[in-house]
Every structure is written in structure tokens, then in C-alpha cells.
């Protein structure tokens, strides 16, 4: 075993699959999908964190690789009546597609031009959902529950939906991204990836091929990040160009930095405790943005790491 | 080209001489006077006892509102609407004799929020139909849900989405016609009265391409041809390059667009053309909520607007519109009793009154208790075969179609004289309608 992959790394992150597996005999009806969303979400605030987190590069243009997925599934099953499998791997493959072709681009800028690449590309696409809007119909989007044949694993039919198959649909997504989150964090990759995010010209100095690294880096959080979108259109049913806004990209840095950068337990923390607070405080107040933007601010000013890495920095330090 | 400003030229569909306005405005103010003094003002002990005959179990309606989000203006006045009805409803005696009761949640007008929202109060405050969504995306994004959780979901949009066929049989659209039906019925009068050669200015999305795709086709039906079709991105913020475009020869300029850039669309319109100007008409879907006499806005003076329910009082001044506006709480340039600047969004709000009181006809009819009785209740509206005009339809007359979850009404056209809108024309139903292209009595429920 790796000697960051102790056990009680492995053990912790499979507790919490199997405590995210059990919880659906528990939750009350409105939890249970609620928190099949939350894992969808947590799966695409993953991948940011893998490129985020992990190796240091800041995107605002990550809706484009969610948007990729959702897409590609939407439009085959859509369009060419593809199965749900097929249309799935097809998203995880055109969202690695795109990260391939705009890391080729992207990673020849860093810093601050970095984010502002991320950010025009992500726009580009955007825009570009909109411009073929005969057949993406554009902003308005569209439903997948009359073209989705049920999901045929031997003689068992599984309709999406059913809240089980949501449910279980996005814990077993969740469930691979989070422990190839683990892996990667523990394996000598992920070492390379945060001596890259710590320093960029030492690693190199050291004789790494930092370029190819971060391309690597890209692919993997940009095929995470699809294979969220591609799972949310057919768990959800509907694909639209909101999701390729720049909302959705701002959205995964915001779920990554409440949770903890760097931590393979934070997107999921993260997704859940802003999931939650929109929806607690839009009970009592109309102004719940505010109260979203004042809990990140005490997060920022008092909790910089996040919540995880907070617990991480005073309590747990053998968290990954 | 005709001079337009003859009121007497326009005859509505239902014989109401728009000339005769003084004397029906007089009788209208006193009747709706009268209604609204009688309705607004009933002591809760007297109508709680009006339940007596029912259940006490109010009838939950979810309502998902646009509060925050490109939506929030329309969402205000949706509110606002929907609480005067529901007050007036329960002075009523409630619905089948229970109280109504509104459990409201933000969706920020966004798809995935709405979605989230239905699963919300279907799931966690059991309402028993949830309602009033506007924005197209929002109700695209939601419905699926609405269809799983197999409850059913009343939008106030006026989208094409529901009569299209591709949503789902838990979905309906009865208290507003929708952007197609609207488009028909203007094309004939745009065509006999402004001219056949149309240059088209749009959106760059969903809702301008239902625009470009069902008035374009209608031009060309009715023997008139596009000059040219402009559409302009949703990120655009000046419009002067787009208007070179616009070909000499054009007759009739149409312009759809919605968002915070139409007072600049407007005076660099104004700033193009200066005196000499081809007929202007548009959707005032751009001008809810804001004041014909805005400066910037005066290029509009002697152009024509398509209205859903006139914003002006004296635009139909019938005793139920004037009852609907009273409790509403719109004085007669249509903007809030309590703050004139407010300006409402009439042209739609409207459909939240009538959607709650076709609920409650459905809920009557159908004998509804629970949700059990979720197939009877949407049987029901499907047979449904039209609502009558009245204090609980006051935009007018409604035919359904069944098959196709849609309403269809009359439209007004106002043309915009001294930063007022003025009703020169009322279409008849008729004049909207279009051949289905679904069939919702064929999906299992």
C-alpha cells in the first residue's frame, strides 16, 4: 500500500461510500433526491478540485467540460435515441475531448491569463449552445423523459425515473470520483500535481514535464466534470444552455473553496452545505443570497481552507 | 400607408365599440366599485365559516416564483396577482369549501433551482399543485420532475413548450395563450394594416426563434415575404450595427426584444431612422414594467405594441377587468396604487388569476380530496372545453384544447400615442388558433 493511502484513509472514504449508500433507506422523500443532486454536483465539484485543488489552476470556464458531457448525452439519446450507457461514455469522451483541445491552448498561459482563457472559452461555448440553437434549442433546453428507454442490466429494467435508480444512479458517480479523488491524491501523480500547485519552476527543475502534467490534470478534472453533466442529464432529465453559463462555473470554485481545496472530502461538504444553506434560509428570507455571500465571507475571512481543510489545519492532519 | 389613430377603425371581436369607452369606463368603475368593495373587505370569522360545508384541510398550492434572477420583475407581480386572488378566493368560501393556502418558494429563475423547487413542495410541503412558473427555461427545466412525482404543474408562461408536446400530461397551461397563438393572431392585422414586407428583430434564443419560426411562416402564408431576419445575441449591449441591416424596401419593422438593453435598442432605433420610418410593431414583453414615458422610450410614439391585457384601464374597460384591477392593485395607467413608478407586468400577470380559478374549477369539478385524485382532476381540464369571460377570466374568453394543456384567447394591439398605450384592436380567439401538433389524452397518467 502507498504510504499515504493508510488505512485509515481507505477506511474513512469508505465509510462515508457506505454511509452515502445507506442513507437512502433513511432519508425522508424530499432528502433522498435532494442528495442524489448533491452527489451529482459533488461529483462535478470533484473534478474542479483535481485541477483546483490538487494542481493549482484556477478555471471559471469549467461549465464548458459539464456542458461538454451533458450535451453529447443529451443530444445522442435525443437526436439518435442512444441508450443510456452509450450516451453516457459518450459525454465522459466528449468532455475529455474538449479538455484536450482547450488544454493544448489554455495551459500556455498560468496565473491570472489562465483564468481569464478558462473564463473566454467557457463563454465561447456558451455562446456557441446558443448559436446552433436549431439543434441544441438553445436557452429553453430539453427534456430527455420521452426519449430515455429504461436502463437494461440483464433482464432488470431500470427507469430513471425512479427515485432509487437517481439515487443510486448518482451515488455510484459520486462514489468513482471520490475514490479516484483518493487515489490520485495518495499516488506519486498527485504528488507532482501539488508540487506544481506549491511551485511550478521547481517541479520543473526537478525534471517534470509540468506541461504535460497539467494537460493530464485538465483531461482527468475535465472528464470528472463531464461525466457529472452527462449524469445529470439522464438523472434529471433535461439539458439546457443555463448550465453552460458562467454560474456554473463559478459554482464549483464556490462549493470547492466552502468544503476545502485540496481535500477530497470538500467538494462533497462543500455541495451539501451550500445545497443546504440556499435552501434553509430561501424558507425564511427572501435575501438568502445575502446570507449565502455573508457565510462565504466569514469563510474567507476566518476559514480560508475551507471546511475541511480547516479541520484538517487544527484537528485532523492525516485528512487527504 | 392607413393612418391608424380612427379608434372607430378597429372593431373589437365582441362588438365593444372601443369608441364608446367613456360610457363603459363610467359603468365599469361603478360596478367594479362595487364588486371589489364587496370583495376585499370580508371579515375572516365570515369566511372561515364558509367552510364549514367542507373540509378545514386547506388546498395547498406551490407556487414556484421568480423572486430573484432576469425573472424578478415578472416574479413580483406574479405575487402580487396570486395573493390577491387567493384572497379573494377564500372570501369566496375557499375552494370545494376548503381554505386556499400559498406555500411560495424562490427559483431564482433558474432551471436546476426550479426543478429542486418542485421536488421541495411537492415532497417536503405536500402541497397539492404546484404553479405560476413564467420563465420557459425554468418551466422546461422542472416539468420532467413535475411528471415523475406525477403531480400536476399549472404554468403561467407563454411558452410554446407545453402545446408543442414535449413536456408531459402532469402539465398545463390554461390561464395564458401561448407565444405562438399570440404571433397568428397578430400576423393577419399586421400584415392588412402595416404593411408585407417585414424586417424581424430578435432574440437571439428560444424566445425569439418561436418568434422568427411561427410569424415568419404566417407572413409567407398570408403572401407577404421577410426582408430580413436580425437576430441579436444575448450579450450584445449596442444594437447601431445591426440596424445598416434593416433593407430599404422593408414595411413593417417587428422587434421582440426582452432584457434590460431595450432602452438602448429603442433610442439607437430612434437615433437610425430620425423622421423617416418604416411601421414599427412589437411585443411589449420588453416594456413590462417599465413606463411608456420613460425618456429614451419616445421613438415608440405612433409604433404598435401586441398586449396580452392592456396595461391602461380605459384599454378594456369591462366590470371584470376593472374588479381584477382593483384587487390587484393597479390604478388606471397600470402601474401600483401605492407607488406610480411601479409599472405592472399586466401583460401576463393576468394568467395567475385565472390559473387559480381554474384550479379551483378543475378541483370542484373533478370532486378532488387528495392526490389520489390526480388522474379525475386532469381528465377533467382536459374536457374541459373553455372558461367563460367573467370576474374569474377577466383578460376574456377562453377556448382549451384539451389535447394540448393550452389555452386560447383574445390579443389586444395598442398603438403608443402621447407615452400611453391607446387599444386599436382586439383579435378573436379564432384568430390564434393553429393545428395541434400533440396529444396529451394519449400518455398514461
Redesign the interface.
Known sequence: MNRRLTHKVLLLHLSIVAGLFLAQFFL???HH??LA?IMVLATFAAGYNVLFGYTGLMSLGHAMFFAAGMYATGLSVYYLDFGALSAFFLGIAAAAAVAVLFGLFALRTSGVSFLIVTMMFGQACY?TI??F?TIT??????????NLAPLEIGQQQFAF?NPSVKFNGAWILFSISFVLSMVIAASPLGRVLVAIRENDERTKLLGYNTYLYKLMALVVSGSIAGAAGAGYALL???V????AAI?YSIYPLLWTLLGGAGTTLGPLIGTGTMFYL??IA??YT?A??FVVGGSLLILVLWFPKGIVGSIRDRWIKWLP | MKDQSDKKRFPSSDGIDVSKRSTIKAAAAVTGGLIAASTTKIPEFLYRSAYAAGSDKPIRVGFQVHRTGIGALYGRWYEQTTTAVTKLINEMGGIAGRPVEIIAEDDGTDPKRGAEVVEKLAAQHKVDFVYGTLFSHVVIGSAPRAGELKIPYFVVSEGYHVASGKLNRYVAQPGITDVRAQVTAMSSWVMDNLGKRVTMIFPDYAFGYDHRDFFSAEVEKRGGSIAELLAIPPTESSYTKYFPRIPADTEVLYHVMVGPGVLTFVKEMGEHFGSNRPEIFGFIDSLEGVDIATPGLEFLEGTYLWEGMPRYADGYPTEHAAAYRKAVGLDENGASVDDPKSVSANSHMFGCWETMFIIKEVVEKSGYKDPKDYPALIETLEGIPGFAEGLEHPQGEKKFVGQLHQSFGQQFISKVSNGKLDVVHRTTIADGMYEPEADYTTQPL
Open positions: 425522508p422523500e424530499y433526491t435532494n443532486r455562446l446558443l448559436y440553437n434549442l438553445g436557452d429553453q433546453g430539453f427534456t430527455l423523459s420521452n425515473s434529471f432529465s433535461y439546457g444552455a443555463s448550465f454560474l440556499i435552501d430561501s424558507g427572501t438568502y443570497l
